[in-house]
């Protein structure tokens, strides 16, 4: 099983991330879970979402507390002492940033995905919502899932000119991703 914590501010997309996530592995016929954690329910407030899957059912329902993958949306919650707390050993972060990380953050961090999603987003969409970017660069860093299915999952969420804009944010995270590997 595969478990992604999204970290991000509300407004940014993490929980629509957290189910599109969800619904790309649904696509190539894994299972799956998803859901959201909010504290205050207000644009700009941070806010927690979580996503599983695996080939085989998923039973349990808890927060994700050993995350194999971070995705972080909001580079400034980088400056929480805890947002890193749980990472498994030869975990993986996925960053909103336009620079590589200076050094590894957690001895448990074994790969770092970082991209300026953000800049990305305003080009792609006219809008900082970095979420489908930031799925393109964990579909590359990782290679968990295909680009194919994150894209054929926004459709599940998007459509017309939103949808266009948004499979082009992805495929330029995607593209554009910069992996640091560590041992």
Not at 70 to 96: A, C, E, Q, S
Request: aromatic share 6%; charged share 20%.
């Amino acid at each position: 099983m595969k478990e992604i914590r999204f970290h991000g501010r509300g407004g940014q997309g993490a929980v629509l991330a957290a189910r599109m996530l969800a619904s790309a592995a649904a696509i190539e016929g894994k299972c799956v879970g998803s859901f959201p954690m909010y504290g205050f329910e207000r644009r700009g407030m941070p806010v927690v979402a979580f996503t599983r899957f695996d080939e085989a059912p998923i039973r349990e329902k808890s927060q994700i507390y050993h995350p194999h993958c971070l995705m972080v949306v909001d580079p400034t919650l980088m400056k929480l002492d805890t947002i890193l707390n749980g990472l498994r050993p030869g975990g993986v972060l996925i960053l909103n940033s336009p620079k590589p990380l200076p050094h590894r953050l957690s001895p448990n961090m074994g790969l770092a995905g970082t991209v300026d999603a953000t800049r990305i987003a305003v080009q792609e969409i006219g809008r900082d919502i970095p979420n489908t970017c930031l799925m393109g660069a964990l579909a590359a860093a990782t290679g968990w899932l295909k680009l194919e299915s994150v894209i054929k999952g926004l459709g599940e969420y998007l459509e017309g000119e939103m949808l266009r804009k948004n499979i082009r944010n992805a495929e330029r995270g995607f593209q554009e991703v910069e992996v640091q590997k560590w041992q």
